[in-house]
């Protein structure tokens, strides 16, 4: 039998080679958002992992985006070289599709990183103005975000065009918008944090506006070849807030614009939020989704550790793909892992191919856990 995990995938003009996708993982490790050494080790780490697709952390489309000053961005031409550097790296030793999750941080912007505890970065530490589409502050103690003008909307519209165009120049593969966890995309969508009384707020489709425009515009400045992708909070898990029956609504709408690909998570909106968590809580919301769009591929996330968990996700039809965050942190090699717990043969890099199991010459063990690999099948996913 086929191991779903390991079966390549179509998007658009490129095949991936397995469904696992190692999902954005926020570093606040940049200079002025311009990618340097550690981004070529954190990301290239997982060119050589097995996976079929990485993708960046959160790259912001102008200075006033950022959720931090050393988040990764790309409106200039320094952060531009440096994302080719890194697409660079990937062409030359891995085979995963690198691609880029652009991201406006909407009223999340200006925020200190989460091992500095967090919260609001004051003005005199480097700090700047945040906008959102209503000046509704994140909690007691947040300064409100100012309210952005319709020509400041259309104009973030055209940001996030232009740099899928430098994303392209950059040699990047893939585009993700990041629609989820309360950044500017998702504060337009939620009833939450949208108060407006235009026409990019109110209704359900007043309040898609947004999302729909920049996502028709990102589409048009990006290579025809190459698949563009959504992550949304399929539910913001509050009462009265962004709901799983909207989301299809978005979905549904995304597809007949030619979405490729929908990452479904939750929440992260608001503090109020009540999130019901455990091992692969977010993955009915995906289901959900998939059962509603007729060609966009669905990504499930949310706490999946392990391999048959992974594979029983996407074999009983729940989801197109599988995202790992936290557990690729712990373990950058989990796509060898698991080829090698569900029975599949891999190729390794040259420079690493003495650590398959199958070629330890420990005495009396043969593999991790010592149990030699019993492999299904050849999978091609050679690096």
């Known amino acids: 039998m086929a191991i ?3 079966e390549p995938l179509e998007l658009r003009g490129l095949t991936l080679a397995n469904r696992i996708v190692i999902e954005p993982m926020t570093q606040f490790s940049t200079a002025d958002g311009v990618a340097g050494d550690w981004h070529i080790m954190h990301l290239g780490q997982f060119a050589v992992s097995g996976a079929g697709m990485v993708l960046s952390e959160s790259c912001y489309i102008e200075a006033i985006a950022r959720n931090h000053p050393n988040c990764l961005a790309i409106y200039s031409d320094e952060q531009e070289r440096a994302i080719s550097r890194i697409c660079g790296f990937f062409n030359t030793y891995g085979n995963a599709a690198f691609g880029l999750q652009l991201c406006h941080g909407g009223r999340k912007a200006s925020s200190r990183p989460h091992w500095e505890g967090g919260g609001k970065l004051a003005k005199e ?8 589409p209503s000046p509704i502050p994140i909690k007691p103690g947040w300064p409100a975000p100012r309210e952005l003008s319709v020509s400041e909307i259309q104009s973030i519209v055209e940001m996030f065009a232009r740099s899928a165009q430098r994303a392209a120049r950059a040699g990047c593969r893939v585009l993700q918008l990041h629609a989820a966890h309360g950044y500017l995309i998702h504060e337009f969508l939620s009833p939450v944090t949208n108060a407006r009384q235009d026409k990019y707020g109110g209704s359900l489709q007043n309040r898609m506006r947004f999302a729909l425009e920049v996502f ?9 070849e190459s698949p563009l992708g959504i992550r949304i909070s399929a539910t913001d898990w509050i009462t009265g807030g962004w709901t799983v029956e909207q989301s299809i609504a978005l979905a549904k709408q995304l597809d007949e614009l030619g979405c490729d690909f929908i990452d479904v998570s939750t929440g992260g909106l608001a503090p109020q939020q009540q ?7 977010q993955i009915g919301f995906a289901a959900a989704i998939k059962n509603a769009v007729n060609k966009m591929k669905v990504t499930a996330v949310g706490q ?6 992974a594979e029983t996700i996407l074999r009983s039809g729940q989801a197109d793909m599988i995202g ?3 557990i690729a942190l712990y373990n950058p090699r989990w796509p060898w892992a698991a080829a090698h717990e569900l029975g599949i043969e891999l190729d390794y890099p040259n420079q690493y191919e003495r650590a398959n199991p199958k070629r330890w010459s420990i005495p009396g063990v043969s593999s991790p ?3 030699a690999p019993q492999p299904v099948e050849k999978a091609s996913t050679s690096l």
Do not use: H, M
């Not at 530490?125 to 959102?132: I, S």
């Not at 999130?275 to 809580?281: A, C, D, F, I, R």
């Not at 999946?304 to 968990?309: K, L």
């Open 125 to 132: 530490d480097g700090g700047y103005e945040a906008v959102a």
């Open 216 to 224: 028709e515009a990102t589409r048009a400045a990006w290579p025809a």
């Open 275 to 281: 999130v019901e968590t455990g091992p692969g809580y």
């Open 4 to 6: 779903r995990l390991f």
């Open 324 to 326: 790992l965050a936290r």
């Open 369 to 371: 856990g010592n149990q």
């Open 304 to 309: 999946i550790t392990e391999p048959r968990q």
